[in-house]
Structure formats: structure tokens, C-alpha cells
């Protein structure tokens, strides 16, 4: 066994020939967990996003990965409105002066599913462009019903560039 200990975190490996290895990471707990209600209120308020360009709405639940998502979005442009759940990009959707011109959605959320929220999107706003991001196989998440299978999916991990070129291909199909 090897251990080894960084700033809380520790992780240890356990190795046995011809029965394979094991890695455990144990991270120390977060004490205090975002403010979801107040994290939306501090973003950019999206009523300027006619002047600033393309408008685009993230929905993830994981606090991390939603910022990765905002950041790197505007770092490419784009004006973005984030929301931890689907009850917050709902709200955003309701409001026809915030300009969304795509939804940038996980596909396992907690409360609403994202096909629920897909087609309440849509309700709010006929032809939105949406672009579905998930940890699993496209097999995993089409045979388990949570997407059809001709949305466009993005599989995580996500790069810049892979998030560049999917955004651009889905914004500018017509």
C-alpha cells in the first residue's frame, strides 16, 4: 500500500499481482457550500446581452463545473447566465427581455430531469438551441431515457475547444 497526504486530502493505492489495484482518494468537506439562490442574483445582469453578442444559459448543478462552464464561456465571448437547477434557468427562460439564444444543460440533475426541462424550455421558447452535457456514454443516456437520441450531447469532460466547436455547430445550425 501506498499512502500519501496533501492539505487534507489523502489517497492510498492497493496493488496485488494478477488481482489488480485499487485507488481510493479521500478530500476533505467543503464547510461551506455556495449560496445557490444568491450565485444566480451576482451574475452579469443579462438584460445587455443584445449589445455583448450571443446569449447563453448554462443549467448544472455542480457548483464547480458550473463555474469552469461560466468562465470559460465568457472567456470565449459569449454572454452567459448561469443557473444551479432547472427551476433557475426556467425563471431566466420566463423573462422575454433576457436574451438566451442556447441552453447549455446537464443531463442528470437533482429535482427536475432535463428532458422535463427541455420541453418546458421550449414552451417558454419555441426554437430554443440546446445543447445537453453529460459524465455518461450517449448509449448509457439514450437507452436509459433521458435523452433522445438525436440531441446534441456533449460528454464530459469538456475542453475549451471541444466546448467551442459544439457551441458554434449547434448556434449556427439553422
Excluded at 446581452?49 to 443549467?59: D, Q, T, Y
Excluded at 447549455?104 to 437533482?110: A, C, E, G, N, Y
Amino acid at each position: 500500500m501506498v499512502s500519501s497526504s496533501n492539505r487534507g486530502a489523502i489517497i492510498k493505492i492497493y496493488s496485488e499481482p494478477g488481482e489488480g489495484t485499487t485507488v481510493k482518494i479521500y478530500l476533505p468537506r467543503l464547510d461551506a457550500a455556495p449560496d445557490i439562490q444568491s450565485e444566480s442574483a451576482q451574475d452579469e445582469t443579462p438584460l445587455d446581452a443584445a449589445e455583448s453578442g450571443e446569449s447563453i444559459l448554462v443549467v448544472e448543478d455542480d457548483y464547480l463545473l458550473r463555474s469552469y462552464m461560466v468562465e470559460t464561456l465568457r472567456d470565449l465571448g459569449y454572454h452567459v447566465i448561469a443557473a444551479a437547477d432547472a427551476t433557475g434557468a426556467l425563471g431566466f427562460l420566463d423573462h422575454p427581455a433576457i436574451r438566451i439564444d442556447m441552453m447549455l444543460t446537464d443531463v442528470v440533475m437533482r429535482g427536475m430531469n432535463c428532458r422535463e426541462l427541455a420541453e418546458q424550455a421550449r414552451k417558454l421558447r419555441p426554437g430554443l438551441k440546446i445543447l445537453f452535457m453529460t459524465g455518461y456514454s450517449r448509449n448509457a443516456v439514450v437507452h436509459q431515457g433521458r435523452v433522445d437520441k438525436d440531441v446534441d450531447l456533449l460528454q464530459k469532460p469538456i475542453t475549451q475547444a471541444q466546448l467551442s466547436t459544439r457551441i458554434r455547430e449547434v448556434l449556427d445550425r439553422r
